[in-house]
């Protein structure tokens, strides 16, 4: 098992520019997320999805988009880039049911926009 | 709503002294509990997790229990090592998790 992966790893765009951080997960997980990471303020979760098909606000979605078509893959699209979206960006699963249950986060992407 | 405060950083510690990161949290309802882990370069893993009062989570040596009365879930290593430098982060779950803003800790040896 692969696990959860992302790309790309790195990313450098020009405010107004768009783009598609990719995420996928291997192992039959129901419930997929995407986090920001900034200093100093832990991650913040930007969208989720509880299944194919369905998706929901996090903490901080203006900017963003995701679609989740099949289990396995949840794209977070940035429709028009600005400064105040670079971060690190984590993508996770987990199973669905038990709220007790581990999240496995991919290794993520660092994105500048200057 | 949800939140998790955990002590302030970065902490800096000699090899073999005795580990506390605090995590004290705000919760509508009654949340599993989870410390996780950041090494340089990587993204989080799982360290330990707790789904009911007075639950001992532990692995790799780190212990912390849940504390409702209290509503904490301190981190404690009896010994660290070098190898334990990392970004620890207190995180709490109902149906979304919600992370503390993490601490560094350097372990010099």
């Known amino acids: 098992n692969a696990g959860v992966t992302q790309t790309p790893k790195f990313q450098v765009l020009k405010t107004g520019q768009s783009m598609t951080l990719q995420c996928a997960q291997d192992?039959?997980?129901?419930?997929m997320s995407w986090y920001r990471q900034d200093p100093g303020m832990g991650l913040r979760l930007i969208h989720y999805s509880v299944g194919a098909g369905i998706t929901d606000q996090g903490e901080v979605p203006n900017g963003y988009n995701v679609s989740r078509s099949t289990t396995e893959d949840f794209p977070l699209r940035l429709l028009s880039a600005a400064p105040s979206q670079t971060s690190v960006y984590f993508c996770a699963s987990r199973t669905g049911g038990a709220r007790g249950l581990e999240q496995y986060f991919g290794p993520g992407t660092r994105l500048t926009v200057t | 709503g949800n939140s998790v405060t955990q002590m302030e950083g970065p902490v800096t510690l000699s090899e073999e002294a005795f580990l506390t990161i605090n995590c004290t949290y705000t919760a509508t309802g009654y949340p599993s509990l989870f410390w996780y882990v950041q090494y340089p370069g990587e993204g989080l893993q799982l360290l330990l997790k707790a789904t009911k009062a007075d639950d001992k989570g532990s692995n790799k040596g780190f212990e912390a229990t849940y504390r409702k009365e209290t509503t904490s879930f301190h981190l404690e290593k009896g010994s660290v090592q070098v190898s334990d430098s990392a970004v620890y982060f207190c995180a709490l779950s109902l149906e979304k998790l919600t992370f503390g803003t993490g601490t560094r800790l350097t372990i010099i040896p």
């Open positions: 192992m039959n997980h129901e419930y």
